[in-house]
């Protein structure tokens, strides 16, 4: 008999909720806990051991024997230290323990994390602090609690701290604007996330067989399967039962830490999938993505499946991305990016559009940075994926709107179109009035913005921390000509206000076909950024305009940002080479012996059979040949990787190694590639050392 499942009863169970917290806690000290994780106030050490100890019964109910705190350093995955509630007292007494302080405060040591030269300026020690606007859950017999990670003198060490920096930085600015165009009664806004998450599944079994899998998240070898995506037919497909099962039981765990996953369904490729949740505050969101993305790969583990969350897994089909969908809303529950009816005349709706449209414009650059890493420059800019360069798409309406305001008109609203399709027991529904342009990558959705360059293994803290600081900047300027205005005039003539930032910012606007070669001439026609790379884009994040923005709203110090622009070029040199590393392992002690026995097989089959018969073998000579004349490729391509390898470690300067790595060991990679790729469709698949492109992306049933 099929299980039921009972959303509701499940939804949350594993979570030590705001709902319990007001539940089980005294008035006071629950109101305590609120003031903090609302206003950052100081949380006194009586109110944290009422809490730790009300926290500690929870989750020894729920089975837990541990508590960590859990952080996020700049590694872009999370971090635990495990340390039970055990205590022992006199007599050998055990007692399950667990104090204020314990709650409020970590010590794990911070020497082995990331720290981009930080740690020259401190000791080893590191702090964590828990953030109580993210709840609590416990976990594997673990209570986690959510922290910050900062150093012995305070600099951020993690993706947290900065993230709510930032929140804090667009709720004080978007305030002022409210409060400047009459709005009292708004007091404080939020920024909301929803990230679309892409992944791919395949058979844990054929996993472990790749070691490029395993040790670096995509093949660096394998040919082309006869098939790909080209049929389209795998794109919102039925799900294979085994697929199916998987999104089950993820959706159930999901759902027990609190997650709210709404949508699933195939994507484009072969074998790869997507799930949405539902929006949350972007804090929040965030943990749950870093959440979401162990979930999955511990659930298709039991189900005997890899989850595949690399930006590129496959060379010759779509790669995985995460679309950050962001939005405003105000304490009083509306969304400030919602166009409603006649959006021509919806004054905040317009402030905030505005407001986005100058903040993308200003810093495009950091918006690219954001996204940043080695896996994801596969995909930025190729064909599948929203190209390096940043635009906004709106849609036609807004378009129109926005049109008008540039010839000082007001725009009417014609109201919602009605869609007709010709069968009259269809119902008639309204016309979208945003259509999607999937090429775009910062596109006006509805009611949010949709960026689309995040790949699919990024922390989304990097892109919301410039989201938020970007829109907070903007907001702070137009705040700025707004108090230069008589109060009874602001709301006539912030519409001039607009028209000269629609003038100052419309060239990164861009309605058409991002993924054309047009595009690409026309923006670099219009100034806008197109950095096409990792070391091209992070110079940029040391520019005076970026500096004076991060330190002007206190998101990053000027010392932490020079941590996060070293911690950038380390990780993706780190990648890459780890990931030659893995292909000169696998080419020389995996598949050249495999070559090398078919060769031999060959000569032998030549040999033998012109002993025997008087045949001129050509075929297997002509096999031979090629088999030959591609291995004597191989051999130049490997040795060209080595000795390149070795002049990239000899680079001490950062930015240079990391230029290296991007324009010559990547460019080394592909040439050894496509000789292997060659060869491999040459040798016996049966004989081949790990399974193939058709067996990872078609086998799963
Ligand atoms: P689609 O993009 O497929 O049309 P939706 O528009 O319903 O789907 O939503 C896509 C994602 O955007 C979901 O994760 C959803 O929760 C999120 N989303 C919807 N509204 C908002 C909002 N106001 N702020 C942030 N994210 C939102
Ligand atoms: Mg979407």
Redesign the pocket.
């Given at each position: 008999m099929e299980k039921k499942t009972n959303i509701q009863e499940i939804f949350g169970k594993l979570v030590f909720s705001d709902q319990l917290m007001k539940e089980k806690l005294p008035r006071d000290v629950y109101e305590a806990v609120h003031k903090t994780s609302k206003y950052g106030t100081h949380l006194q050490l009586d109110v944290a051991n009422t809490v730790a100890a009300v926290m500690k019964e929870w989750a020894l109910e729920k089975g837990a024997t541990h508590f960590t705190h859990w952080f996020q350093p700049m590694t872009g995955v999370t971090a635990e230290k495990h340390d039970s509630f055990l205590s022992l007292h006199s007599k050998g007494q055990v007692l399950m323990e667990f104090s204020g302080k314990e709650l409020v405060k970590g010590e794990p040591d911070a020497s082995s994390f990331p720290s981009g030269g930080l740690r020259a300026t401190f000791e080893a020690r590191g702090y964590t602090a828990w953030d109580p606007s993210s709840p609590a859950f416990v976990k594997d017999g673990t209570l986690y609690i959510p922290t910050a990670f900062c150093s012995y003198s305070g600099e951020a060490l993690d993706k947290k701290t900065p993230l709510l920096r930032s929140m804090e930085a667009l709720d004080h600015e978007a305030v002022k604007v409210l409060r400047l165009l009459g709005h009292d009664e708004v007091t404080h806004v939020n920024t909301?996330?929803?990230?679309?998450q892409e992944y791919f599944l395949i058979h844990k079994d054929l996993y472990k067989k790749r070691k490029d899998l395993v040790l670096t998240g995509r093949t660096l070898i394998g040919a082309p399967a006869p098939k790909g995506q080209e049929m389209d037919d795998h794109y919102f497909g039925v799900l294979k039962p085994r697929v199916s099962a998987f999104m089950h039981d993820l959706d159930e765990e999901l759902w027990a830490y609190g997650i709210p996953a709404?949508?699933k369904h195939n994507e484009v490729a072969p074998s790869q999938h997507e799930l949405?949740?539902?929006?949350e505050t972007s804090n929040i969101a965030v943990d749950h993505n870093q959440l979401t993305m162990e979930l999955m790969k511990k659930v298709a583990d039991k189900h005997n499946l890899a989850c595949l969350l690399h930006e590129k897994p496959f060379a010759g089909v779509n790669g995985s991305g995460k679309?950050n969908?962001?939005?405003i809303?105000t304490n009083t529950g509306k969304?400030l990016?919602s166009p409603g009816k006649d959006p021509g005349k919806n004054t905040l709706f317009l402030t905030f559009l505005m407001a986005v449209i100058a903040g993308v414009d200003d810093y495009q650059d950091l918006l690219r940075i954001s996204v940043a890493s080695a896996g994801n420059d596969h995909r930025l800019g190729a064909n599948e994926a929203p190209p390096a360069i940043v635009s906004i798409f709106l849609g036609d309406e807004l378009a129109s709107v926005l049109k008008a305001l540039d010839h000082g008109k007001t725009y009417k609203s014609e109201g919602k179109e009605q869609i007709e399709t010709g069968a009259h027991v269809l119902p008639h529904f309204d016309r979208d009035t945003t259509d999607r342009n999937r090429t775009s990558p910062f596109a006006f959705?509805?009611?949010?913005f949709?960026f689309r360059m995040p790949g699919s293994a990024l922390s989304v803290a990097n892109p919301n921390i410039i989201l938020n600081t970007i829109v907070a900047e903007s907001l702070s300027q137009l705040a700025a000509k707004l108090e230069a205005i008589p109060a009874e005039e602001r709301e006539d003539k912030i519409y001039s206000i607009f028209k000269d930032m629609l003038d100052e910012h419309k060239r990164i606007l861009f309605n058409g076909d991002g993924y054309t070669d047009e595009w690409v001439e026309e923006a670099k026609r219009r100034g806008l950024f197109n950095l096409k790379s990792l070391p091209e884009a992070v110079p940029q994040l040391l520019s005076k305009k970026n500096k004076d923005l991060f330190t002007k709203h206190q998101i990053y110090t000027e010392s932490e940002i020079e941590s996060r622009y070293e911690i950038y070029l380390e990780n993706y040199a780190k990648t890459i080479h780890i990931e030659a590393l893995t292909m000169l392992d696998m080419v020389k002690r995996d598949f050249t012996p495999t070559l090398f026995k078919y060769m031999k097989s060959i000569a032998e089959c030549i040999r033998e059979k012109t002993a025997v018969i008087e045949a001129s073998a050509g075929y297997e000579k002509s096999v031979l040949k090629d088999l030959d004349t591609s291995a004597d490729q191989l051999c130049a391509d490997l040795k060209k990787l080595e000795d390149d390898m070795a002049d990239a470690e000899s680079k001490s300067d950062l930015l240079a190694k990391a230029s290296y790595y991007q324009s010559t060991i990547l460019k080394d990679m592909d040439d050894v590639r496509q000789s292997v790729d060659f060869i491999e469709t040459l040798l016996p698949e049966d004989e081949l050392p790990y399974p193939t492109y058709d067996e990872l992306l078609f086998s799963l049933r």
């Open positions: 909301t996330v929803g990230s679309e709404k949508t949405a949740p539902i929006f679309h969908n962001w939005s809303s969304n990016l959705t509805g009611n949010k949709e």
